[in-house]
């Protein structure tokens, strides 16, 4: 049973998501008010998952991911927020946050969230992850050597799979075919010379690609 760290300062609404996410399997090891209780509970815990806040009392959801990250700490984050400005999501998702969903989502989409995180992969709400392939494209970022290989569209491609989105969703983020979306990406792989969404995802988030 995965062992999850919860972070909310309204006690109403984490004890519903304590509720939620138990309801749904995971063993909820600590419940937290304030971003210096999730630092403290983080040594004495070591949970799985972290479910953030982004706007807790200080230090707030952003903060802690950076001390996370900076850590290498391996537990994997998810981001609840109810507002999350544009350059917020795109440096969310550049730290490597796993899955970012909002408050006023339906509980089924954050249970969704924490099982796709827990078998590997990141799950961005499709709202944010639209969001933030708008921010990416528009953002005049240095290439790096692999991604100037690729096509504005390849690019796209690889950006909503790093959104976490599948590719039935990606299909129709961009209206094109299932197929092509699978041509797309089996092209990408050989370019950038990758086996799977994974590696691919992490060579995306290690080179600035969002």
């Given at each position: 049973?995965?062992?999850?760290?919860?972070?909310?300062?309204?006690?109403?609404?984490?004890?519903?998501?304590?509720?939620?996410?138990?309801?749904?399997?995971?063993?909820?090891?600590?419940?937290?008010?304030?971003?210096?209780?999730?630092?403290?509970?983080?040594?004495?815990?070591?949970?799985?998952?972290?479910?953030?806040?982004?706007?807790?009392?200080?230090?707030?959801?952003?903060?802690?991911?950076?001390?996370?990250?900076?850590?290498?700490?391996?537990?994997?984050?998810?981001?609840?927020?109810?507002?999350?400005?544009?350059?917020?999501?795109?440096?969310?998702?550049?730290?490597?946050?796993?899955?970012?969903?909002?408050?006023?989502?339906?509980?089924?989409?954050?249970?969704?969230?924490?099982?796709?995180?827990?078998?590997?992969?990141?799950?961005?709400?499709?709202?944010?992850?639209?969001?933030?392939?708008?921010?990416?494209?528009?953002?005049?970022?240095?290439?790096?050597?692999?991604?100037?290989?690729?096509?504005?569209?390849?690019?796209?491609?690889?950006?909503?799979?790093?959104?976490?989105?599948?590719?039935?969703?990606?299909?129709?983020?961009?209206?094109?075919?299932?197929?092509?979306?699978?041509?797309?990406?089996?092209?990408?792989?050989?370019?950038?010379?990758?086996?799977?969404?994974v590696e691919l995802v992490n060579?995306?988030?290690?080179?600035?690609?969002?």
């Open positions: 049973m995965s062992r999850i760290l919860i972070a909310d300062d309204h006690p109403i609404f984490l004890e519903g998501l304590a509720t939620l996410l138990e309801g749904a399997g995971y063993d909820v090891v600590a419940r937290c008010k304030t971003g210096a209780e999730v630092l403290e509970a983080l040594v004495r815990e070591k949970p799985d998952l972290l479910l953030l806040d982004v706007s807790m009392p200080p230090p707030t959801g952003l903060e802690i991911v950076r001390v996370v990250k900076e850590a290498q700490d391996p537990v994997k984050i998810v981001l609840l927020t109810s507002s999350l400005d544009d350059l917020q999501t795109l440096e969310a998702i550049e730290l490597g946050v796993n899955g970012l969903v909002l408050k006023e989502s339906a509980p089924r989409q954050l249970v969704q969230c924490f099982n796709a995180v827990r078998a590997g992969d990141n799950w961005y709400d499709p709202q944010i992850a639209r969001r933030a392939l708008d921010v990416a494209l528009s953002s005049q970022r240095p290439a790096s050597p692999t991604a100037s290989l690729l096509t504005n569209r390849e690019l796209q491609v690889t950006r909503l799979v790093a959104a976490g989105l599948r590719n039935k969703e990606i299909a129709c983020e961009l209206k094109i075919s299932e197929g092509t979306v699978k041509m797309y990406l089996h092209t990408i792989y050989e370019k950038s010379r990758v086996g799977n969404r060579l995306a988030h290690a080179n600035l690609w969002l």
